[in-house]
C-alpha cells in the first residue's frame, strides 16, 4: 500500500451484531488494506445481541475516514465512531507478572505499584502479580519501570474509549442515514 | 464450558483476522476478545474468550498451536487463574440518584472518572462476573454508553 | 407444514418468485437434489458443465432480468469453482444468491472430504454470507439473503447449508414477500434502522444544490455507470441528460443506461475512452457522474481527472463517495428516485457551444476500410445490421469487448451483459445462457476472443441441451489481443506467451458439441453465416478471423492523465 506519511495512533469505536465470523470480518477488513491493528477490545455492552469494538490503528486521516466508510458498509456493523484524542476518554487493563525473591525485591515492587496505583492480586514466594489501570503512556511508564526486574508475563486488554460528553456512538446522523439506506433499501 | 485462550502472536496485519477466524470456521462465538501489546512490540497477546463444548475447544487449541504466526497458546481455566475486565461506562444521574449512585461506585470500588451534570463517566474493573453484577448494579440509573475491554487473563 | 430442510429452501424460492437455478450436483447438495424432483415444473433447474459456468450463467440471468439469479453447488471444490463467479458478480454488484451445502455437523472443522471454510473463502466476495446450522432458522435466513442481494447496492450472498439441515424436519409456514419484513431476521434490520427507513432518504437540500449547480453550468459533462443499469433508471437518466442538454460518456457498466443512439452520447470514457469523452471530461467545469465508482479505468489518475470541474456524484453506496476521487458534492440514494427529483425541479438547459467543441472530436474509432480480412468494427457492424436491434450481447473480456461496447448502441440496461470490474475470461459464455433463460424472446449473442472462448467453452454442452440458440461469434485473432497490444506498447513487442498458435479448431469443437460451425474472414462471408444462424434456429459458433496486430484504440495508459492518448 502507499506509504502513509502523517500515520498516527487512531481510535475506532464500533457496535456490531454478537454473531459467528463477525470479529473475523472486521479485522479482514484492516488486513486486506495493509493496516496493522494496534490493539483490539470487544466486549458485550448492554444490549445482549450487539458488541462493542474499540480498534486503535495506525493511520493517516484520510485513511481512516476510507477505513470507516468500509467498516459502515458491513452488514454486521451498526455504528463507527471516530474518536479524536482530545474528546474522549482512554483506558487499558493491564495485567503483570514480575519476579521478586525474597522480602527485599518484593518491598521495591510493591512501592512502585504504589506510584501507579496498582493492585497486587497474587502473590506465590517468587512472583507477584499486579493489576494496573491507565492509559496507554501511564501503563508503558509501569511496565518499563517494572522491567529492572525481571517480568514474566504481561497482558493487557487493548485501549478502550469513550467519548466526552453526553454524546454516544449512537447518535444519529445524516452521514449514518447515508449508510444505512444504501445497505437496507429492502 | 467456557474456553479462555491466551495467545502470544506476531504484532503484524492478518494475524487477528487468520484467528478470529479458526472459530468463525467452526461456527463458533468469540465471546470476548482483547489485543494489547506486550512489552516486545514485535509481539502481541491476545485473550480469547469462548463457550462451546470441549471437543471443540480442544479442536481449536490444536489449530492454534497450527498458525505460523502463533508463538504460543495457553489454555487457562478460571479456577486456576486471575481474569479480570474493564469497563468505561457512562451512567445517567438526578439530584434524586446521585448519591446513591456515588455510593455504589465506591461501595464496588469503581472510579468515577468525571462527573458532569447529567452523567457521570465511571471506570471498573474486576473479574467478569463482577463486572456483570455491576452493569446490573448502575443499570437502574441508565446506562448511556457502555464499552468493556474483554476479558485478560493469567495463570496464578 | 412439516417439511425438511431441502424442502423448506425449495418453498422459499418460490416464495421469492425463482422459477430458475442453475447449479452442479455433489454429495453434500444431494438432499436439495432430491427434493428438486418434487418441484420439477414450478422451479427449472439448468445443468451446466462446471460450477463456474453456472455461477456466470445466474449472473447473467440477473443482469439481463434484474431479477435475483440463483446457484446451487456442492461443499469443497463445488464451493471453490464458484469462487471467480461469485467475485465477477460482486464486483459489478449483480444481485445472486449462491446456495452450498457443507459437510455435516459432525463433520465439520474436521477436513473432512470435501470440507472447506466456505464462508471464510466467501467472506471478502460477498455482500453478506451465511452458514445455517439450524433447520429452524433456514426460511428466515434465505429471506434475509434474498432481501440483501436486491437491497440497496445489489450483489452476491452466499449461504452454506449443513448437510444435516438439508434432512432435518421443521415446521414451515409460508409467508409472502412483502410480509418478510415483518418476519424472522429481517425484522432485525428493519427494528434497526426504522427512523432511517420512514423519512425520506434523499436530501432535498442536496437536490437543491445540485440544481443550482447545474443551472450555473456552462460546459457540464455526465458519466452513466453502472448504477444506473441496476437501479433500472434508463429512462430518467435520458430524460436528465436532454434536460440539461450535456454531453455523457457511459462507463463499461453503464452500456444500456442511456439510449446509446442519443445524439450526446460521447461514447466509451477512460482508458479506451473516445477523443471526445476523454477531452470532455477535461475540460468540463461541473462533471456529475451516476451509479460510478471512478474505477483506475475510468479515472486514470485521480489527481488530474476532470481538474477544472467540481465533481458531483450519485450513488447509492455512500462508502464510493470521496473513495476513488474527491467529490465536491454527493447525493446518496437510489440512481430512479434522485434522478426523478433533479427531473422534476431542472428547467431546459442549452449548450450548444460547448456540445460543438466536444463533438468536434471523434466519438468513434475508424478503421481502414475494404482490408483482406476482416476488420473489428466491420464485424460489429454487420452483427448489428442483421440482429434485431433489442438483442443482448454478452461479452468476454479482452479486445472485443471493448470493441463491442466502442460500435454497438446498447439502449436498455441489460441488453450488455460484461465482466467490467473484475475482467473475468470465460464470462461471456456462462452469462449468454443465462440471458438467453432469462429471455427466450430475444436474441442473445455471444462476443467472445479466442482466448477466453477457450476457458469456458464447455458450456457448449449446455448451450446444445437445453436447445439455446445462442449466436457465438469468435474474434480470433490467434493471439491474447490485449496482452498483445500491451506486449506491443508497453514491452517492446517482447511477445512472451501471448501467442494462441494452436488448437482447437472452433468449426470442429462446435461440431463435436453437437453444433454449426462457421469460419469467416470476409464481409459475405459473415453475413451469409449469420442469416444462416438466425434461419436454424439453433446455437452456433461463428469463427471470425481478424488481424493478430489489430488494436484497440485508442489508448490511454494506466495512471496517465486522461487526454494523454498513446501513439498507436
Same mark, same amino acid.
Given at each position: ?186 | ?22 472459530? %468463525? =470456521? ?6 470476548? +476478545? ?9 509481539? $502481541? @497477546? ?32 478460571? %479456577? =486456576? ?6 469497563? +468505561? ?9 446521585? $448519591? @446513591? ?56 | ?568
Amino acid at each position: 500500500m502507499e506509504k502513509m506519511t502523517d500515520a498516527k495512533r487512531q481510535t475506532l469505536a464500533l457496535l456490531v451484531d454478537n454473531e459467528p465470523g463477525v470479529l473475523s470480518q472486521i479485522a479482514r477488513l484492516f488486513s486486506r488494506k495493509g493496516y496493522n491493528i494496534e490493539a483490539f477490545a470487544a466486549g458485550a455492552t448492554e444490549n445482549p445481541g450487539i458488541t462493542r469494538i474499540t480498534i486503535d490503528v495506525l493511520a493517516d486521516d484520510p485513511h481512516t475516514e476510507l477505513l470507516c466508510n468500509q467498516l459502515r458498509k458491513l452488514y454486521p456493523v451498526h455504528s463507527v465512531k471516530w474518536l479524536s484524542v482530545e474528546n474522549s476518554i482512554y483506558r487499558e487493563l493491564m495485567l503483570i507478572k514480575v519476579k521478586a525473591e525474597g522480602s527485599e525485591q518484593r518491598n521495591d515492587v510493591i512501592q512502585l505499584a504504589n506510584i501507579f496505583r496498582a493492585q497486587i492480586i497474587d502473590v506465590s514466594p517468587s512472583t507477584l502479580t499486579l493489576v494496573a489501570t491507565g492509559d496507554e503512556d501511564k501503563l508503558a511508564g509501569m511496565a518499563n519501570i517494572l522491567s529492572e526486574f525481571k517480568i514474566l508475563e504481561i497482558a493487557r486488554t487493548g485501549v478502550v474509549a469513550i467519548e466526552r460528553g453526553i454524546a454516544t456512538i449512537n447518535d444519529e446522523s445524516k452521514e449514518r442515514g447515508e449508510f444505512n439506506y444504501g445497505k437496507n433499501v429492502l | 464450558m467456557k474456553g479462555i485462550f491466551s495467545v502470544l502472536v506476531e504484532n503484524r496485519d492478518g494475524v487477528l483476522s487468520a484467528v478470529s477466524g479458526l472459530f %468463525a =470456521r467452526r461456527g463458533f462465538n468469540i465471546d470476548t +476478545l482483547a489485543v494489547g501489546e506486550t512489552d516486545d512490540h514485535e509481539i $502481541s @497477546s491476545m485473550t480469547i474468550t469462548s463457550t462451546g463444548d470441549q471437543r471443540t475447544i480442544d479442536q481449536i487449541e490444536k489449530q492454534l498451536n497450527k498458525n505460523v504466526d502463533v508463538i504460543k497458546v495457553r489454555r487457562l481455566t478460571e %479456577a =486456576r487463574s486471575v481474569c479480570l475486565e474493564m469497563i +468505561l461506562t457512562k451512567v445517567s444521574y438526578s439530584a434524586t440518584t446521585r $448519591s @446513591s449512585l456515588i455510593e455504589t461506585c465506591q461501595m464496588c470500588g469503581a472510579k468515577i472518572i468525571k462527573a458532569a451534570p447529567k452523567y457521570m463517566l465511571l471506570e471498573f474493573h474486576a473479574d467478569p462476573e463482577a463486572v456483570e453484577d455491576f452493569i446490573q448494579l448502575v443499570r437502574p440509573y441508565g446506562i448511556i454508553e457502555i464499552q468493556r475491554t474483554g476479558t485478560i487473563a493469567m495463570e496464578k | 407444514m412439516k417439511l425438511v430442510g431441502s424442502e423448506v429452501l425449495m418453498e422459499c424460492l418460490l416464495e421469492q418468485g425463482v422459477d430458475v437455478v442453475f447449479g452442479y450436483p455433489g454429495g453434500t447438495v444431494l438432499n436439495v437434489y432430491d427434493s428438486l424432483v418434487k418441484y420439477k415444473g414450478r422451479i427449472n433447474h439448468y445443468l451446466t458443465a462446471h460450477e463456474q459456468g453456472a455461477s456466470h450463467a445466474a449472473d447473467g440471468y440477473a443482469r439481463s432480468t434484474g431479477k435475483v439469479g440463483v446457484v446451487f453447488a456442492t461443499s469443497g471444490p463445488g464451493a471453490t469453482n464458484l469462487t471467480t463467479g461469485v467475485a465477477t458478480a460482486y464486483m459489478d454488484s449483480s444481485p445472486v444468491v449462491f446456495i452450498s451445502c457443507n459437510v455435516a455437523e459432525n463433520l465439520i472443522g474436521k477436513d473432512s472430504f470435501q470440507e472447506v471454510d466456505s464462508t471464510g473463502v466467501m467472506l471478502p466476495i460477498t455482500k453478506c454470507n451465511f452458514q445455517i446450522t439450524d433447520v429452524d432458522k433456514l426460511a428466515s435466513t434465505v429471506r434475509k439473503a434474498f432481501a440483501i442481494a436486491r437491497s440497496g447496492r445489489p450483489g452476491p450472498v452466499f449461504i452454506d447449508i449443513l448437510k444435516n439441515v438439508t434432512a432435518e424436519e421443521t415446521e414451515y409456514e409460508f409467508v409472502p414477500r412483502a410480509e418478510h419484513k415483518e418476519k424472522g431476521l429481517l425484522e432485525a434490520i428493519y427494528e434497526r434502522n426504522m427512523p432511517d427507513m420512514q423519512k425520506p432518504a434523499i436530501d432535498e437540500e442536496d437536490i437543491d444544490k445540485l440544481v443550482s449547480m447545474i443551472e450555473e453550468s456552462k460546459k457540464p459533462m455526465l458519466i452513466c455507470g453502472g448504477g444506473v443499469v441496476r437501479g433500472r433508471a434508463h429512462e430518467e437518466f435520458n430524460y436528465f441528460a436532454n434536460l440539461i442538454d450535456s454531453p455523457t460518456a457511459v462507463t463499461v457498466m453503464g452500456g444500456g443506461g442511456i439510449n446509446g443512439r442519443n445524439p450526446l452520447v460521447t461514447g466509451m470514457i477512460g482508458m479506451h475512452g473516445s477523443q471526445a469523452s476523454n477531452i470532455a471530461c477535461n475540460e468540463c467545469d461541473i462533471l456529475i457522474a451516476v451509479g460510478c465508482r471512478f474505477s483506475d479505468r475510468v479515472a486514470l489518475d485521480p489527481e488530474t481527472f476532470a481538474s477544472q470541474a467540481k465533481i458531483v456524484h450519485i450513488d447509492i453506496d455512500r462508502s464510493e463517495i470521496n473513495k476513488n476521487v474527491r467529490t465536491d458534492h454527493h447525493i446518496v440514494g437510489d440512481a430512479k428516485e434522485v434522478l426523478r427529483m433533479l427531473n422534476e425541479r431542472l428547467s431546459q438547459q442549452d449548450h450548444s457551444e460547448w456540445k460543438k467543441f466536444v463533438f468536434s472530436y471523434p466519438t468513434e474509432t475508424k478503421y481502414d476500410e475494404g482490408g483482406e480480412t476482416l476488420n473489428p468494427k466491420q464485424v460489429c457492424d454487420t452483427i448489428a445490421k442483421l440482429m434485431p436491434m433489442d438483442t443482448i450481447v454478452s461479452t468476454d473480456v479482452g479486445q472485443h469487448q471493448m470493441w463491442a461496447i466502442q460500435h454497438f448502441h446498447f439502449d436498455y440496461p441489460g441488453q450488455l451483459i460484461t465482466s467490467g470490474g473484475f475482467g473475468t475470461m470465460g464470462f461471456g459464455l456462462g452469462a449468454a445462457i443465462g440471458a438467453k433463460v432469462g429471455n427466450p424472446d430475444k436474441s442473445v449473442i455471444l462476443v467472445a476472443g479466442d482466448g477466453s472462448f477457450r476457458m469456458n467453452c464447455n458450456e457448449l454442452t449446455t448451450v446444445q441441451y437445453y436447445g439455446l440458440p445462442i449466436i457465438i461469434f469468435v474474434f480470433n485473432n490467434q493471439t491474447l489481443g490485449m496482452v498483445r497490444q500491451w506486449q506491443n506498447l508497453i514491452y517492446h513487442k517482447n511477445f512472451s506467451q501471448s501467442d494462441m498458435d494452436r488448437g482447437p479448431d472452433f468449426v470442429k469443437l462446435a461440431d463435436a458439441y453437437g453444433l454449426k460451425g462457421y469460419r469467416v474472414n470476409n464481409q459475405k462471408d459473415l453475413e451469409i453465416a449469420i442469416e444462416e444462424a438466425k434461419a436454424s434456429g439453433e446455437g452456433c459458433v461463428i469463427d471470425c478471423v481478424l488481424d493478430i496486430d489489430e488494436m484497440v484504440r485508442p489508448m490511454v495508459g494506466g495512471g496517465s492523465h486522461i487526454t494523454d492518448f498513446m501513439k498507436i
